[in-house]
């Protein structure tokens, strides 16, 4: 296995984490409802996703 023969300064480990950045979230609107919603995920407000409705992917609480 490759083993590093000296430590990495830390100007160069900055620079090389500098591009781990966080993407946001995709949001598109509802065709229903008009609220923001995740595209290919069915609606948290409404429960619809291509003009059906699931009432099961309504938002609840989670029991533990």
Known sequence: MAVPKRKMSRSN???RRANWKATPVALTTCPSCSSPTQPHVACPTCGTYKG??????ERTEHQA
């Open 13 to 15: 480990t900055r620079s």
């Open 52 to 57: 059906r409705r699931y009432e099961v992917a």
